[in-house]
């Protein structure tokens, strides 16, 4: 069935690029978006330091070479033989969006963003790709593993239990573009490397200032306005040496949905009936938030044939959400009018990497490097209120600390790289090397006031139950051999072995092949296994948060308390991962790829299924945490990381590129890339006394939250100083299963039991398919000054509203689950560029 859909989801692209004459990306980096092209036949070129090639700015075919998915040093995208994408700088920019994880998410069609995040999620960015959670995807910043953040994902939901790399601790303008690999790549760079590879590709050339600055504003609705200021250089010193800057500056206000809070409606007796305003819940919204980024990248040749490098980045984030709101009658000498608590993070985000590189040793390129990377996290809450205190004691603060944490990881790797000839016929290339790698992760209590009698309203602080420190040693070897067999034809063969001290080995290999039957046409496939460790903060992390109603724990995986509710060790993540596909070149110019894709996961390490009532309320007490006697038993719950099952991913990617030159009219580059994909769990695990991990909800999580599909069409325009660009992009279907929340009638039943808090009856919500209209129109005042005006989502669309009794409170009118277009609406903006 599914292979039927494939083909007819290729009539229908065929259709569309007929219809639009061409589908693709911009045909330079500096200018566009490169794909996967035809390979050009020529022999591999002796291999050599890395060096960045120089985009051309006349519209000439793109050279940039790639370094993901690969050991070679002399490849294009267009001749990869897995899917490559080169995003180029000046392609991010024209997104609008000020952030990284937002750029790269308007123009990629793999990837996507949760709509909105609960609690502290809201305050940390996270990207998915083909559909799969965050912590399986890699992310790589010049070839080098990027340490993840410290803040774990605790609610239920599609990204329960992640600690993603946050990529806007990353200033956006120090990248000259990203390399965006859509395969399975476990053998090449380790763990995590299962969806794909992310390769940030920093600026390193000499050159003027750069400085740049753009505001903007939800149009719609009249808030969440930012600013963002940023400035990058770059300059030679020394022999053959470099030294390149960034920095920015960036800060967002609160941008609030309209909600009406069902409780705070007048007269309305069944919640209350309080005369508060309408839209005092403002839960619905994206958080405040003011961010410092700053990266300074370096090298210099010490000899002739040994060069030294390095690259610092450093960023600092305050940032605030608000959680929900708080009748007056929780403390009305404290609050007579209710309160919103509001969650905060102060965080600090830092990495270095010092490495040499060099080449003549015995014949072998070689780099040595070692790079540490953390995060830290101080978790808070304000405008609160500790009930249990302020019942036992009469006072309770309105501002407290409720935890820290950190997460750090020193990589240390050596690489060593050679290309000879076998018989003096085949050319080889050999690379091998090894890695080690220490992680630790820390948590800490918050203040007494935060956690103690169930802890402050919205965000409970961690107890000293919860709190320790955690580390593990990953040892790491690989080796990598590409052979050209014929001059049309690649195989690579890769394998790699690693250790972890708590989780034992693992062994992945991948066999790649690419085979250009004419000029214009190419074949590739690979088949490759992989795999994710558990990270530490899903093997340790517990907390109980407490809401308006209820309560809801997460009990540590390796913990007595979890134990008794069946939890087990957490396993490695497996998976193996086939991929084939077709590159054409219908007329010259005109680049095709088309890549299917199977991924199966076994052992997926997701939240577990919830227990609640008594048990869960049981499990809570033996981690140490009091829940208030106000709260309703059944809407109290804990769950645990688990390795809940398997699932199986299948999908095609599409990406096309064309450009039109039209003499005095200018050049007009058109684009289309295409993601389908449907994950299915095929098999469901069990706890020790033999319950399921999973129940429909939670496989609508891991199932259907990400969209079934996602189309971009770009055409970029330039024409004298004037420069248009226009981005239309289509959302498919999510589909969740809702729970049936306080609005839904008293007395209705569903297999015997209460409708309301079922955790059996779900509402099967869809959020259709939507397209959404980018309009970006820029200006060259001089030859050194260029101004925008742009909007995104100009029609304002928005996601569908769920029904009244899956809308929690009346505060949550849209799916916050899904992972499609966002509830923000429109926005439009304004920037600046000048280069001196």
């Not at 002796?46 to 006349?58: C, F």
């Not at 007490?621 to 709260?631: D, K, L, R």
């Not at 909007?791 to 799916?815: M, Q, S, T």
């Not at 499609?820 to 600046?832: E, L, N, S």
Request: glycine share 10%; charged share 15%.
């Amino acid at each position: 069935m599914f292979r039927h859909r494939l083909l007819f989801a290729l009539g229908v692209t065929d259709l569309v690029i007929g219809s639009c004459l061409s589908i693709s990306v911009p045909a330079h980096a500096q200018e566009a978006t490169t794909t996967s092209n035809l390979k050009t036949q020529q022999s591999p070129k002796a291999a050599g330091a890395y060096k960045a090639s120089t985009p051309a700015r006349n519209g000439s075919e793109a050279e940039t070479l790639i370094v993901t998915g690969t050991r070679s040093v002399n490849n294009r995208a267009r001749d990869a033989t897995s899917p490559v994408t080169v995003l180029s700088a000046a392609t991010l920019q024209r997104s609008g969006q000020m952030n990284l994880a937002d750029e790269i998410t308007r123009v990629d069609p793999s990837i996507t963003t949760q709509t909105m995040g609960n609690d502290t999620n809201s305050l940390t960015s996270s990207i998915r790709m083909r559909g799969l959670n965050p912590d399986e995807v890699l992310v790589l910043v010049d070839g080098k593993r990027r340490h993840t953040t410290a803040n774990i994902v605790v609610d239920t939901g599609p990204q329960q239990g992640s600690t993603p790399v946050d990529l806007n601790m990353i200033p956006a303008n120090a990248i000259d573009h990203i390399e965006i690999l859509r395969d399975g790549a476990a053998a090449l760079y380790g763990s995590d490397a299962i969806a794909g590879v992310v390769n940030i590709i920093l600026k390193k050339k000499p050159q003027g200032i750069h400085l740049s600055t753009q505001t903007g504003a939800n149009a719609y609705t009249g808030d969440g306005w930012n600013y963002q200021v940023g400035a990058d250089g770059g300059l030679s010193w020394g022999h053959n040496g470099y030294l390149f800057l960034s920095g920015q500056v960036y800060h967002t206000d609160h941008m609030v949905v309209n909600t009406h809070d069902v409780r705070t409606i007048p007269g309305n007796a069944e919640y209350g009936g309080f005369n508060v305003p309408q839209n005092s819940n403002k839960v619905a919204s994206t958080p405040e938030e003011t961010r410092e980024n700053l990266s300074i990248k370096f090298g210099q040749d010490l000899t002739k044939d040994i060069q030294g490098y390095g690259l610092i980045t450093y960023a600092h984030r305050h940032a605030e959400g608000y959680q929900n709101y708080r009748l007056p009658s929780v403390a009305p000498t404290y609050a007579p009018n209710g309160f919103s608590p509001i969650e905060t993070i102060e965080e600090n985000d830092y990495a270095a990497t010092l490495g040499l590189k060099g080449q003549n040793f015995f014949g072998f390129n070689w780099d040595l490097s070692t790079t540490y990377g953390a995060d830290e996290d101080k978790l808070g809450n304000k405008n609160t209120i500790n009930s249990s205190l302020l019942e036992s004691t009469g006072a309770s603060p309105r501002k407290v600390h409720a935890s820290t944490s950190r997460l750090a990881q020193w990589t240390n790797n050596f690489d060593m790289r050679r290309q000879f000839r076998i018989a003096n016929t085949v050319p080889v290339l050999l690379a091998f090397g090894a890695e080690h790698r220490l992680e630790t992760y820390n948590l800490g209590a918050g203040e007494y006031a935060s956690y103690a009698g169930g802890g402050t309203a919205a965000y409970a602080g961690l107890m000293p139950q919860n709190a320790g420190q955690w580390q593990r040693d990953v040892w790491a070897g690989y080796v990598d051999a590409d052979f050209h067999l014929l001059p049309h034809w690649d195989l690579d063969f890769a394998g790699r072995f690693e250790h972890y001290t708590d989780v034992n080995n693992t062994e992945n290999g991948k066999i790649s092949t690419r085979y250009d039957i004419t000029r214009r046409v190419a074949l590739r496939a690979t088949i490759s296994n992989g795999f994710r460790a558990p990270t530490l903060a899903e093997e340790h992390y517990s907390a109980l948060n407490l809401s308006p109603t209820g309560a809801s724990a997460v009990l540590g995986a390796d913990s007595a308390a979890a134990r008794s509710l069946g939890a087990s060790r957490l396993k490695p993540e497996r998976s193996t991962n086939v991929e084939g596909g077709i590159i054409v070149e219908p007329i010259k110019g005109w680049h095709v790829s088309a890549d299917v894709y199977q991924i199966d996961i076994r052992d997926r390490i997701f939240g577990s299924l919830a227990v609640n009532g008594a048990p869960a309320l049981s499990g809570i007490n033996e981690m140490g945490g009091t829940v208030p006697s106000s709260a309703t038993i059944s809407d109290v719950s804990a769950n645990y990381f688990a390795n809940v099952g398997s699932t199986r991913t299948q999908g095609l990617d599409i990406q096309s590129d064309y450009t039109f030159r039209f003499r005095t009219m200018g050049r007009l580059m058109l684009s289309m890339g295409l993601n389908l994909n449907r994950t299915r769990v095929n098999h469901i695990n069990t706890d020790s006394f033999g319950n399921p991990f999973l129940n429909a909800q939670n496989k609508a999580y891991l199932e259907s939250a990400a969209p079934r599909s996602k189309i971009i069409l770009n055409a970029y325009w330039t024409v004298g100083k004037w420069d248009i660009n226009v981005r239309q992009t289509r959302y498919g279907e999510t589909v969740s299963l809702l729970s049936y929340q306080d609005q839904t009638p008293a007395g209705l039943t569903c297999g015997g039991q209460a409708l309301q808090y079922s955790t059996t009856c779900f509402n099967q919500f869809k959020n259709t398919p939507l397209w959404t209209t980018d309009l970006q129109i820029g200006y060259h005042v001089t030859p050194m000054i260029h101004v925008s005006v742009g909007a995104n989502n100009i029609f304002n669309v928005r996601p569908r509203k769920v029904p009244a009794w899956n809308n929690y409170l009346g505060a949550y009118p849209y799916d916050i689950n899904a992972a499609g277009i966002g509830f923000a609406g429109g926005y439009y903006y304004g920037r600046v560029d000048a280069t001196f």
